[in-house]
């Protein structure tokens, strides 16, 4: 599996030949410019809840690409109202794509769209492949939640949110790391805002001195696991 890095919370997988975008919100990011949304490749889009800065680009990749939506019941309808289709999940529950098995599990956050409507509740996504099985967290506080994951699925990569204010910060994501016994963690949603700017060197050497490892990628660098 490949994972590109696309700024913020946004990713690009690549599983089996399929190409999946994770929550993109590119054009809305300044440190992203150098990412072109009009050539970015996509069967699918991943959507863990409805906040701007993780939805600004859906509707404009799906329309250049015909890629299906994949996320909570409410924001389906809410893109399908819009000519876009899409796969609706809730929480706890599984479905066997083409690319791998997607559950779409608990996140402590919030998801509203941007015009204050109804985007259900926010979660996150337990990607199991022939490959490797990752664990994209969305924004989310550390939740005891995280304990069942491991329960069910070996977890290879754990993506977690590390800027603070909006969700946990590196101390939280280290425990979250614990929780659902993944040391790799790929650190998302830091330094876009003036709220979630974080110090990489001090943020690898607080996972290192816990023996795990915190991957930041620059925006356009990929990942293989
Ligand atoms: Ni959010
Ligand atoms: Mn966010």
Redesign the pocket.
């Known amino acids: 599996m490949k994972i590109t890095f696309l700024g913020h919370?946004s990713l690009q997988l690549e599983i089996a030949g399929k190409h999946i975008i994770v929550d993109p919100f590119i054009t809305g990011n300044d440190l992203a410019k150098d990412i072109d949304i009009k050539v970015l490749k996509a069967d699918y889009i991943l959507i863990t809840h409805a906040?701007q800065?993780?939805i600004l680009d859906v509707e404009a990749i799906a329309k250049n690409t015909g890629a299906k939506i994949i996320s909570n019941y409410e924001i389906v309808m809410h893109f399908g109202a819009k000519g876009i289709e899409g796969h609706p999940l809730n929480h706890g529950g599984s479905w066997q794509f083409d690319f791998g098995k997607l559950t779409y599990v608990n996140a402590v956050h919030t998801s509203s769209f941007p015009d204050g409507s109804y985007g259900g509740n926010p979660g996150g996504f337990v990607l199991e492949t022939a490959e490797r099985n990752i664990y994209i967290a969305g924004?989310t506080a550390l939740t005891m939640d995280m304990k069942l994951i491991p329960m069910q699925c070996k977890i290879d990569l754990a993506i977690l949110p590390i800027g603070d204010n909006?969700?946990m910060g590196i101390d939280s994501a280290i425990i979250a790391s614990d929780f659902v016994e993944c040391d790799k963690v790929l650190g998302v949603?830091y330094d876009t805002f003036g709220y979630i700017k974080i110090d990489h060197q001090e943020a690898k050497g607080k996972f290192s001195n816990k023996g795990k490892e915190l991957i930041l990628l620059e925006i356009g660098d990929s990942l293989k696991v």
């Open positions: 919370a906040h800065d993780h924004d909006f969700t949603h």
